[in-house]
């Protein structure tokens, strides 16, 4: 089975260990060797996925929205960033360079495309900008792509 994730980053580390409990349920209840996980990598629920898949014995495809798209993460994320992407047994890109709106807009279309269901960090709300995870989820619901939505109970961003 292959799954995408999508999600908010930025999360309190409250809200970050209630998230990853939740991953790790999520991909709990799947058949672990035969899962395979796509994302973009970015830190946050991106990462925290792919490493709970990497963990139990599933791949990983990375999704690169642009090729300056590392250099837009966080310099502390780099370390994970370049693990996952090691750990890659696919990669797929978008072929635009520059890390924007756009961009990520475009290569979570493309990950939805590869994927069987979208697991969603999100909390309902609509995207704060253009390639947002609310606007994941549309794109995911307009194509048929099941979502299935993780938030914690009474957390806010």
Known sequence: MRVGIT???????????????LLD?????LNATELVAVSCIADGPDS???????????RLEVVIPAAKYRESLP???HPAYDKLLAHASDVHETGMTESTSEAH???SE??????????AVWDGKPAWG??????????????????RVLWPKNASR
């Open 7 to 21: 999600g908010h980053r930025g999360l309190s580390a409250e809200v970050e260990e209630r998230v990853r409990a």
């Open 130 to 147: 253009y390639g947002g995870t609310a606007d994941v989820v549309a794109y995911a619901e307009r194509t048929g792509i099941p979502v």
């Open 25 to 29: 349920e999520a991909v709990s209840s």
């Open 75 to 77: 310099d502390w994320h």
């Open 48 to 58: 925290w996925f792919a490493e709970a898949v990497l963990m139990r014995g599933g």
């Open 105 to 107: 807009q475009a290569g």
């Open 110 to 119: 493309i990950l939805v495309g590869l994927v069987e269901e979208l697991l």
